[in-house]
């Protein structure tokens, strides 16, 4: 039993037989939770709490063992047989947070009497009934053995096992068993282990840098310094820092460093289970306003969030270096496993242990900091080095901390990363390591501000600094086979582009303005503009550095959020891009940027957008800027063409035409050729006063394509928008059209919520699903639903801006809210109670918020006049803000 330096006043070896009932000791639990969270409120020592609540329930289920009557020891035919309570897992380390598992052995020599199981089983249902999380299992010592054995987690939990109570001589022979090299030898669970943690790793993306963590299994997290500890256990026994401190293997800094690093960890996992009621170890958006407000950072909004999850990602980072060092460490000294295997020197600074990279003089980076980049410029000019030795980990590590300017103000450093990044292998093999290592921290200016900065969103699923390495690799995974056939547009601009190099710079800096006050793209264009002159790069690269970090985001808003059926639109966008070779590195840049966001956010639809910009946008530099087609110029050649089309499918010449005469320019400016062809041979084949709901079986721009053909009237487009919600769809673009006799043609671009087109076998209940709610007589109101639980810790004021239009006769709104089920509906039905006209929808969700455009007309066909702008506004704002 653990006895901690704080006590608690009430003791459970004192409760009375009376007293041991379900009421009285859940008060005594809840007492002490509370008396628990008050201390460290008041800042009491974090190891002394969790060891408290450990020597508590150590005490707590004592007293409940003697109650129940349970003999240390019992009569058999042959021999006594010992029983003991042994605590095992987190547990038997005499560390409880107020939900962590009370993980908990019953072991004994022989199969328990039925009297003994009767009387166990009451102890534990006792246990069960005081809402503690309890894992119980009852256990022979021969069964034991064996099980450890044969599972690796079994073995985990028995290595750190003791004593309750019960037997101590059961308990002392179980823990020499299980320390003999007939189960699992140190090399094979060292092994082990090491595999455990890489699939681990695999599960949260290989990263520290995740916005919504695991304090335990996340990379960088607990279990990284558990695993430290169980290796190192199984192999020394217990008191394993100060036995391998012997050995040299850890300094006294890396000793402190390793136990403050925990003590960080314990405070936030303390917080966490203070304020959720099930065991969980996520610290989810909703989560963490209120652990950092109970860990006490203070600030306005979200500025406590900020602070405290930079110190996790610091104090994640760290233990990361020292979980890969110690490894090493395990790996190449203590278990000796490649003891014949000799360094060879790579030249007078650099040597080569097991393919990694050593440094010969311990001094070297002390000495002389630029070094440093030597050591990742090697790297590169060796490909047998993978990674870097552990002696070199350290000699970085402690450098790292001694640096008092930064290195690029070193011409020779510079002059390194330049012949860096100009390698091909660049991003991989020294960007990535130079990231993981700190090594960016201390040169490129600005970066230490981004290190570990969270986005408090939903649309980001990291933080800046490591999108940033993200998007890098993106860029990098465009010239192999699997990115040539995820990006084949982008790889094959990639693969003509006369210096990549230009790209890493562009992405080290396209966000680096983050957290500062002002335009994110307008101060990383000032900060990467000194790098450039610093760097001595040739002018013209120079500017197309720093066009590309300002305007980094253009080309994603424009095929997102803008029509690009709209020859202003591209003219546009044409006339700022200026030149291809903009154009070609904005591509790359764009895509690797939207791919490095967030795991979910890249899709075919988003694809074919960006691939239709690019190569409208190109076709306008090769043919000149000024040779952009007029609107009817357009529409007339999309007629031709789908009228030669129809009639090479041996259609009517005369009934297309008829069929056409009812439509505006506007419908064949605003349709491709190839959907103009698809609605004439539906509609020329349907009786035109019927309504029509068909799906398009071929993918339109990786989306599914509905199109709804119906007599116009009121609450059409909140009706499709609400039925659509209802089956689960998300809606993308929206095109609305009605022609001379008051039929609608309106076309609805939708994927499944994991981005992927509709499966075809849903497509039948999606046309009835339609139909049924287009036949209602009735418009029947939709209301928002409130945001779903993962939302709600997200303010985003709703906002209605009206766009500047590229011509008179339309109005361009902008509407960013918070997402809500049935918002567009909402929307719609706003619409149609002003009497708007709605021609087009691009429907954008960013994470938690939705930044969608609306291309809205009056009742006469013209532009809104600034009171139904006005109007507008505060009816949308109203219906939306309604709900809370």
């Known amino acids: 039993m653990t006895d901690a330096h704080l006590n608690y006043p009430i003791s459970p070896l004192d409760f009375t037989d009376e007293q041991i009932n379900i009421n009285y000791l859940k008060q005594q639990l809840d007492d002490f939770q509370q008396w628990s969270v008050d201390q460290f409120k008041q800042q009491v020592d974090i190891d002394d709490l969790v060891h408290l609540r450990s020597a508590f329930i150590d005490k707590l289920l004592e007293r409940l063992w003697r109650y129940y009557q349970i003999p240390e020891q019992t009569p058999s035919l042959f021999k006594k047989n010992r029983i003991a309570l042994i605590a095992v897992g987190g547990y038997g380390r005499s560390e409880l947070h107020p939900l962590s598992d009370i993980d908990i052995l019953i072991l004994s020599d022989q199969a328990l009497s039925k009297e003994l199981e009767n009387q166990i089983g009451h102890l534990v249902r006792l246990l069960w009934d005081l809402h503690l999380d309890i894992g119980h299992s009852v256990r022979t010592l021969k069964t034991c053995l064996q099980e450890a054995k044969n599972d690796i987690t079994i073995m985990t939990n028995l290595i750190e096992s003791r004593l309750i109570v019960g037997s101590q001589s059961l308990s002392d022979e179980l823990s020499a068993q299980i320390f003999s090299d007939k189960i699992w030898p140190s090399a094979a669970f060292y092994r082990a282990k090491v595999a455990e943690q890489k699939e681990r790793h695999k599960q949260y993306h290989s990263t520290t840098y995740n916005l919504e963590p695991d304090l335990k299994n996340s990379p960088g997290g607990l279990r990284d310094m558990q695993i430290i500890q169980w290796i190192a256990i199984r192999h020394y026994g217990d008191q394993f820092l100060q036995k391998v401190a012997n050995f040299d293997y850890l300094t006294p800094e890396d000793i402190e460093e390793f136990k403050t690093c925990r003590k960080f960890l314990w405070r936030m996992r303390f917080a966490l289970h203070s304020v959720i009621n099930r065991y969980d170890n996520r610290l989810l958006f909703d989560r963490q306003l209120s652990i950092a407000n109970l860990l006490g950072y203070k600030g306005e909004g979200n500025t406590p969030v900020e602070k405290m999850m930079h110190d996790y990602y610091r104090v994640a980072h760290n233990i990361t270096e020292l979980n890969q060092m110690l490894l090493q460490l395990f790996d190449e000294s203590i278990l000796a496993q490649h003891a014949n295997n000799k360094p060879y020197d790579i030249d007078d600074y650099f040597q080569v242990r097991e393919n990694l990279i050593d440094v010969k003089n311990d001094n070297i980076f002390n000495d002389d900091p630029v070094m440093i980049m030597q050591l990742f410029y090697t790297m590169l000019l060796n490909p047998q080095v993978t990674g870097l030795y552990s002696n070199t980990i350290r000699q970085l590590r402690s450098a790292r901390r001694h640096l008092t300017s930064l290195l690029c103000e070193e011409a020779k450093a510079r002059a390194l990363f330049m012949q860096i990044i100009k390698h091909p292998d660049a991003i991989k093999k020294a960007i990535l390591p130079m990231h993981q290592y700190g090594i960016l921290t201390v040169y490129i200016p600005g970066w230490k501000h981004i290190a570990g900065m969270m986005q408090f969103d939903l649309f980001h699923a990291y933080t800046v600094d490591e999108h940033t390495i993200r998007l890098l690799l993106?860029?990098?995974?465009?010239?192999?086979?699997?990115?040539?056939?995820?990006?084949p547009n982008s790889s094959a601009v990639l693969a003509k582009l006369s210096k990549p190099e230009l790209l890493i710079i562009t992405?080290?800096?396209?966000?680096?303005?983050?957290?500062?006050?002002?335009?994110?793209?307008?101060?990383?264009?000032?900060?990467?503009?000194?790098?450039?002159?610093?760097?001595?790069?040739?002018?013209?690269?120079?500017?197309?550095?720093?066009?590309?970090?300002?305007?980094?985001?253009?080309?994603?808003?424009?095929?997102?959020?803008?029509?690009?059926?709209?020859?202003?639109?591209?003219?546009?966008?044409?006339?700022?891009?200026?030149?291809?070779?903009?154009?070609?590195?904005?591509?790359?840049?764009?895509?690797?940027?939207?791919?490095?966001?967030?795991?979910?956010?890249?899709?075919?639809?988003?694809?074919?957008?960006?691939?239709?910009?690019?190569?409208?946008?190109?076709?306008?530099?090769?043919?000149?800027?000024?040779?952009?087609?007029?609107?009817?110029?357009?529409?007339?050649?999309?007629?031709?063409?789908?009228?030669?089309?129809?009639?090479?499918?041996?259609?009517?010449?005369?009934?297309?035409?008829?069929l056409w005469q009812d439509y505006r320019v506007d419908y064949f400016l605003r349709y491709s050729t190839e959907q103009i062809v698809w609605h004439a041979q539906i509609l020329l084949n349907h009786d035109l006063n019927q309504t029509l709901v068909?799906?398009?079986?071929?993918?339109?721009?990786?989306?599914?394509?509905?199109?709804?053909?119906?007599?116009?009237?009121?609450?059409?487009?909140?009706?499709?928008?609400?039925?659509?919600?209802?089956?689960?769809?998300?809606?993308?673009?929206?095109?609305?059209?009605?022609?001379?006799?008051?039929?609608?043609?309106?076309?609805?671009?939708?994927?499944?919520?994991?981005?992927?087109?509709?499966?075809?076998?849903?497509?039948?209940?999606?046309?009835?699903?339609?139909?049924?709610?287009?036949?209602?007589?009735?418009?029947?109101?939709?209301?928002?639903?409130?945001?779903?639980?993962?939302?709600?810790?997200?303010?985003?004021?709703?906002?209605?801006?009206?766009?500047?239009?590229?011509?008179?006769?339309?109005?361009?709104?902008?509407?960013?809210?918070?997402?809500?089920?049935g918002l567009l509906a909402c929307v719609g039905e706003v619409f149609a109670n002003l009497d708007l006209s709605l021609s087009s929808a691009k429907i954008a969700t960013i994470g938690e918020h939705i930044e969608d455009l609306f291309i809205l007309t009056d009742k006469h066909n013209k532009a809104l006049d600034d009171k139904t702008c006005h109007d507008l506004r505060e009816s949308i704002i109203n219906a939306i803000d309604s709900i809370s």
């Open 474 to 487: 993106e860029l990098d995974s465009f010239k192999t086979q699997a990115g040539q056939l995820k990006h």
């Open 507 to 658: 992405g080290l800096f396209h966000d680096i303005g983050k957290g500062h006050h002002g335009d994110h793209s307008e101060i990383g264009a000032k900060l990467v503009e000194k790098f450039c002159h610093l760097h001595q790069l040739e002018a013209k690269d120079t500017d197309l550095i720093i066009w590309l970090v300002r305007y980094h985001l253009l080309m994603s808003v424009t095929a997102q959020n803008r029509d690009l059926q709209d020859p202003d639109v591209i003219r546009a966008f044409v006339q700022l891009v200026k030149s291809k070779r903009r154009l070609q590195y904005l591509l790359c840049l764009t895509v690797a940027d939207v791919c490095a966001t967030n795991e979910t956010l890249w899709n075919s639809w988003k694809q074919s957008l960006l691939r239709e910009l690019y190569l409208t946008a190109k076709r306008s530099f090769d043919t000149g800027i000024h040779q952009i087609p007029q609107q009817r110029s357009i529409a007339r050649q999309h007629k031709q063409d789908a009228l030669t089309m129809l009639l090479e499918q041996h259609f009517s010449e005369p009934a297309i035409n008829d």
């Open 694 to 821: 068909s799906i398009n079986p071929a993918p339109y721009h990786g989306g599914t394509e509905i199109i709804i053909y119906s007599p116009d009237r009121p609450y059409l487009f909140a009706t499709a928008c609400n039925t659509l919600s209802k089956l689960n769809l998300n809606i993308h673009d929206a095109l609305i059209i009605t022609n001379k006799k008051g039929f609608a043609l309106d076309t609805f671009i939708v994927l499944e919520p994991n981005g992927q087109t509709v499966q075809k076998n849903r497509h039948q209940d999606i046309i009835t699903a339609l139909e049924k709610a287009l036949q209602q007589p009735v418009y029947k109101g939709v209301r928002i639903k409130p945001p779903k639980q993962r939302l709600r810790s997200f303010s985003i004021p709703t906002q209605v801006n009206f766009l500047s239009a590229f011509n008179d006769s339309q109005t361009y709104m902008e509407l960013i809210a918070l997402d809500k089920p």
